[in-house]
């Protein structure tokens, strides 16, 4: 009688316990990558700071979907040229806005007003320190997510005009990327209708915008 020898090529069938050991390790491999990678880069949601860290809370900016009220976006200020172009007037006076906002580290936060194209700002911002900053625009009638960049780069100031190239919300996208928080500020004068901010937690914000007689009761 021959004795019996095993096939060489039989594999070990894995008892349940080792199965569950290794269905739960998977879970929680996927679960740490959910949480560090996919929520913040895909959904802007970043539970434990790590998004904030890694740079992939940033990824979520430029098309975000954001819920809340919209700013005003009438067509009050189109503007109307002069002869030989060497103006404009428009059919209201221009207003102005001053805001002091603080960035917690690694936070982002944009800020934005909405001109009708060939409308002018004037603007002027100062942080406390460098911070990542992109100028950008949004048109009314774009496809959801598109921008322009108008300016990138790691900034600590920034003092300019902008002519709208089209309707739509102009502005600021920057970004605390130390360990210590950032405190900016920012001033502006225009003919825009609506001032918009929008926290990394998508919320929207609107700002009252202030009309030049306001200058005249702070006076007296």
Do not use: C
């Amino acid at each position: 009688m021959h004795p019996v020898t095993a096939d060489p090529r039989a594999q070990p069938v894995p008892s349940g316990r080792a199965l569950a050991k290794a269905t739960a390790g998977a879970l929680v491999v996927a679960a740490m990558i959910l949480v560090v990678a996919v929520l913040p880069a895909e959904d802007g949601i970043d539970p434990i700071g790590a998004g904030k860290v890694l740079g992939l809370s940033a990824m979520t900016q430029a098309g975000a979907v954001v819920e809340g009220p919209p700013i005003a976006t009438d067509a009050g200020l189109v503007p109307t040229a002069m002869a030989h172009k060497a103006g404009a007037y428009y059919p209201a006076e221009y207003k102005f806005d001053s805001r002091e906002i603080t960035l917690q580290p690694y936070d982002y936060l944009e800020y934005k007003y909405h001109l009708q194209m060939g409308a002018q700002m004037l603007f002027s911002w100062k942080a406390s320190a460098p911070v990542m900053h992109e100028f950008h625009g949004e048109p009314d009638d774009g496809p959801e997510g598109y921008f322009e960049s108008y300016d990138k780069a790691t900034r600590q100031a920034g003092d300019g005009t902008l002519t709208a190239p089209f309707t739509g919300i102009h502005g600021w996208y920057w970004e605390n990327t130390g360990g210590e928080p950032v405190t900016i500020r920012l001033t502006t004068a225009g003919f825009y209708n609506g001032a918009l901010e929008i926290s990394s937690t998508k919320k929207r914000r609107s700002h009252e915008l202030r009309a030049l007689e306001t200058l005249e009761r702070d006076r007296n």
